[in-house]
């Protein structure tokens, strides 16, 4: 897949995450335009999981994680591989997909296909941010950067990579 556009970060702090959060979470109950709730907020581990928790508590919905891996490190992507399956119903139901963000658009389009084939009648996606030159355009999101944001629960991860 390439190598990452962005090399230069963007930290982000717990404040600034939680005022985008809840931001994000306005923008979708406004999105939602008469056409009901989600009745499930699926979570893309391990960078969205944070934010599908603020939405899901906000939007009033249950919540389920799924395990992708779609990169190695900072500087190398992999083809999107679901590690763990979703155990909830789908079928039938309204789906909002979370993740951190989007970069080239490949994890959220595979996640958005395995809720699809398993039954979701509409799906949506949720991002803190995307990228510029991204190939999926979300739904929703509260920003777009080039950079590479080291997110708040990423700062030991990110320290580690660095070492390398």
Do not use: C
Request: hydrophobic letters at 40%; proline letters at 3%.
């Amino acid at each position: 897949m390439g190598t990452v556009h962005a090399v230069r970060t963007m930290r982000l702090g717990w404040q600034e995450f939680g005022a985008r959060a809840e931001e994000l979470a306005r923008r979708i109950e406004r999105g939602m335009d008469g056409r009901g709730r989600y009745d499930i907020v699926v979570s893309i581990a391990r960078g969205g999981t944070p934010l599908a928790m603020v939405l899901a508590d906000r939007l009033d919905a249950d919540m389920q994680i799924i395990d992708v891996k779609s990169y190695k490190g900072i500087n190398e992507r992999v083809e999107p591989q679901i590690m763990s399956k979703l155990k909830a119903n789908l079928r039938g139901r309204r789906v909002l997909v979370v993740d951190d963000l989007v970069d080239e658009g490949h994890t959220l389009q595979a996640v958005v296909a395995h809720v699809k084939e398993k039954g979701a009648v509409d799906v949506a996606t949720a991002v803190m941010f995307r990228k510029p030159w991204t190939n999926f355009e979300p739904d929703f999101h509260s920003g777009v950067t080039k950079r590479w944001v080291i997110f708040p629960w990423e700062e030991g991860e990110y320290k580690r990579l660095m070492r390398k």
